[in-house]
C-alpha cells in the first residue's frame, strides 16, 4: 500500500527514527475518535469503503513510489522527517529504502527481514520474520489476511488528509506491544490508501504519506535479495531466530 504499512503497520513502527528527534512538529490532529475495543455499529457506508479497500488489496500484486514518513515524539513534542522508496509484492516481499536525512533499508524477501545502514557499515537480519506476530497485521497487503479479522474498524473523526478522503480507524483485536491504533486514509476513488499513521501505545506517531504510486507493473526479484558485501558487519537482530543465513553465522 501504502502504506506502507504498524509489522506494515507494525513493520512501520519498528521504521521509526533511529536518531533522536530535532525538530518541534507541527500540531498533530487529536486522536480521539470512537477508540471503543467493541466493534462498532453496522454502518453500510463503513462497510462499503472497507469491502473495497480489501478487495483493492487482494487484486494488487506489486506497487512501487515514493513516501514520506514523519515520527513524532508525542511526550517530547518532537519529531523526524524522513524521505525515501518503497516497492511491495505477492507474495510477503517489501523494501523500504530511505533516502533523507540518512540512508537505510528495509528488505524482506518472503522470509527474511533485514535493516541495512550503508553509513555505519552494519547489517541485521530476522531469519524468520514471517514467523513472528507483526505478520498478521499486514496480511491483507498481500492478499492473505482480512481487515476484519485482525482490527475492529470505524470512522477517524480527525483529519490526516483531504476533506474529501476517508478516514478510518483500525483498533487491533489482540493487544500488541507494537501499536495501540491504526488510521487509514483512504482515496475514495481508487479505494487505496493515500497514508497510514500508526500509534504506538506511547502516544508517539508514525505518519506515511505516499506518492507516485504505480501498481501490477511487475518488479525486479533483485529488488527483494540481499547479501552482505564486504567491509559490512551484519549480525542477527536480537532474539531472532537460527534458521541459516549466508555470510551469517
Not at 505518519?207 to 533483485?222: A, P, R, T, W, Y
Request: contains cysteine.
Amino acid at each position: 500500500m501504502q502504506l506502507a504499512t504498524a509489522a506494515f503497520f507494525a513493520v512501520l513502527q519498528m521504521m521509526g527514527p533511529l536518531a533522536a528527534p530535532t525538530e518541534p512538529p507541527p500540531p498533530a490532529p487529536t486522536l480521539t475518535a470512537t477508540e471503543a475495543s467493541a466493534p462498532a455499529a453496522a454502518d453500510p457506508k463503513l462497510d462499503a469503503v472497507v469491502d473495497a479497500v480489501q478487495k483493492t488489496y487482494e487484486g494488487t500484486k506489486d506497487f512501487k513510489g515514493s513516501f514520506k514518513q514523519k515520527f513524532t515524539y508525542t511526550m517530547l513534542r518532537r519529531s523526524q522527517e524522513s524521505k525515501g522508496t518503497v516497492t511491495f509484492e505477492k507474495p510477503g516481499r517489501m523494501r523500504w529504502d530511505y533516502l533523507v536525512p540518512d540512508q537505510k533499508s528495509f528488505i524482506v524477501d518472503g522470509k527474511a527481514l533485514w535493516l541495512v545502514q550503508p553509513k555505519d557499515k552494519v547489517a541485521f537480519v530476522n531469519a524468520c520474520f514471517q514467523q513472528d506476530g507483526l505478520t498478521a497485521s499486514v496480511a491483507f497487503l498481500w492478499g492473505d489476511g482480512k481487515l476484519r479479522d485482525e482490527f475492529n474498524i470505524s470512522w477517524f473523526d480527525g483529519q490526516f488528509g483531504e476533506k474529501t478522503d476517508r478516514h478510518l480507524l483500525l483498533l487491533p483485536k489482540k493487544s500488541n506491544t507494537v501499536f495501540a491504533r491504526l488510521i487509514l486514509v483512504i482515496d475514495p476513488v481508487t479505494s487505496r490508501v493515500k497514508q497510514s499513521v500508526v500509534v504506538d501505545p506511547a502516544g508517539n506517531v508514525n505518519q506515511f504519506i505516499f506518492s507516485d504510486l504505480k501498481f501490477n507493473k511487475g518488479v525486479e526479484q533483485k529488488t527483494f535479495t540481499y547479501k552482505p558485501t564486504a567491509g559490512i558487519n551484519a549480525a542477527r537482530m536480537p532474539g531472532s531466530c537460527s534458521d541459516p543465513v549466508p555470510g551469517i553465522k
